[in-house]
């Protein structure tokens, strides 16, 4: 297997300032953890070079060496974008593209991406063998986005839909294909499936703690990720006074950025819990984050529409309870009161007691957490790598044959 040279199509921009590259998207790091496996990986993603000052992304600057090589394509921004640049992307990049793929053995296309279009068509004209991992539906982000409204939401939704056959095509002619969540595999009911999530954390990035007891006077509440509108933070908001009615002095930490940023604090002014609830800004994967892990209670992940969220794994490595929506891949990986606490969508009411009863059952508490550092053992980056290199050395092994 490490003889093999494989090539991986992903979308997610990767941005250049000076010597540096940085990303918002943190799937270069685990493609660097499979480069072990082969002899070159070659990523393909849209390179775009800034002149700013301040880049608030991840540096992925050391992801790249000679086993794991970046090989830049035409940037673009959101779909319409890509189809307004059609015929100048589609040119520039076949001929990178192209170049490349003519000499690796092997295909990883990532889903959805626009470039995979292209990259299918290469494969089959040049009798490559394709994995597929597929991580996301576009039509799930759309609905659940308020990005779209009227006939730009009819518009986007038809694209997704013409997309979601040339994708479902592209898993059936797959060798083999990863799934992030079962629903999505139960969708496209591929033949050689696999359920399957990629994982940042290394062994050494499990820290163990002991479980605090938890009082009334002050329970230190986290969410780590994006501010947008499908990870309901509203109603994380929105379950503060509900909290504070019930006598809990309760803080809550939003690690991110985003577009619902403004409108998040100005509900926190219009709630009157202002004082509760601080926005850090977003702070990079790694040393810093980790203390503001450490420095928390309890984690809270409300989303409305999810994949299976990397942010749950960093807290249960860091020690921290969780409650989840029980949306998307959510369930995947939570088991509710085992491993953490599973609520409905869009209740500030079940926020607030899933966090009450937690901090009054110190019993529950500990047991959950000494659950989540078995799981994240269980699941760790060079296990997960290694998950996926196996399975698709025995295909490729029985393609061999």
């Avoid at 992307?89 to 991406?113: A, E, G, M, S």
């Avoid at 002991?210 to 109603?235: A, C, F, Q, W």
């Amino acid at each position: 297997m490490q003889r093999i040279k494989c090539l991986v199509i992903a979308d997610k921009p990767i941005w250049k300032l000076n010597a540096k590259l940085y990303s918002r998207d943190t799937f270069p790091i685990f493609i660097s953890n499979l480069s072990f496996y082969f002899q070159t990986i070659y990523y393909c993603a849209p390179l775009v070079e800034t002149s700013s000052a301040q880049i608030s992304f991840l540096d992925i600057s050391s992801v790249f060496n000679n086993k794991c090589r970046l090989i830049k394509t035409v940037p673009y921004k959101g779909v319409l974008d890509y189809y307004r640049k059609f015929l100048f992307i589609f040119v520039q990049n076949f001929i990178t593209v192209k170049r490349v793929l003519k000499n690796c053995d092997l295909i990883i296309i990532r889903i959805p991406t626009m470039n995979s279009f292209l990259v299918y068509l290469l494969a089959m004209m040049y009798n490559k063998p394709i994995v597929t991992y597929v991580v996301g539906s576009e039509i799930d982000i759309i609905r659940f986005s308020s990005k779209y409204s009227g006939f730009l939401r009819f518009t986007a939704l038809l694209i997704a839909d013409i997309h979601f056959l040339f994708y479902r095509k592209m898993v059936k002619r797959s060798l083999v294909s990863f799934f992030l969540s079962r629903k999505l595999m139960e969708r496209f009911r591929a033949r050689n499936a696999y359920f399957i999530f990629t994982s940042l954390i290394k062994r050494k990035d499990i820290i163990i703690r002991t479980p605090s007891y938890l009082e009334k006077r002050g329970v230190n509440i986290l969410y780590v990720g994006r501010l947008t509108h499908e990870k309901g933070l509203k109603y994380l908001i929105q379950a503060v006074p509900i909290l504070i009615d019930r006598g809990f002095n309760v803080k809550i930490s939003l690690c991110g950025d985003g577009p619902e940023c403004k409108k998040l604090q100005r509900l926190s002014r219009d709630l009157g819990c202002e004082s509760n609830i601080e926005f850090l800004g977003f702070i990079p994967w790694g040393k810093e984050l980790d203390k503001i892990y450490l420095q928390h209670d309890i984690f809270v992940l409300p989303s409305v529409s999810e994949g299976i969220p990397k942010v749950l794994l960093e807290a249960m490595a860091k020690g921290l309870p969780i409650i989840a929506t029980n949306v998307g891949g959510i369930p995947d990986i939570i088991k509710d009161t085992e491993n953490g606490i599973l609520i409905s969508p869009k209740s500030p009411a079940d926020i607030a007691r899933a966090v009450e009863f937690l901090v009054r059952n110190d019993d529950v508490r500990g047991r959950i957490i000494n659950n989540s550092y078995n799981f994240v053992r269980e699941h760790t980056a060079e296990t997960q790598a290694r998950k996926i290199a196996n399975i698709i050395n025995q295909h490729t092994i029985l393609l061999t044959k």
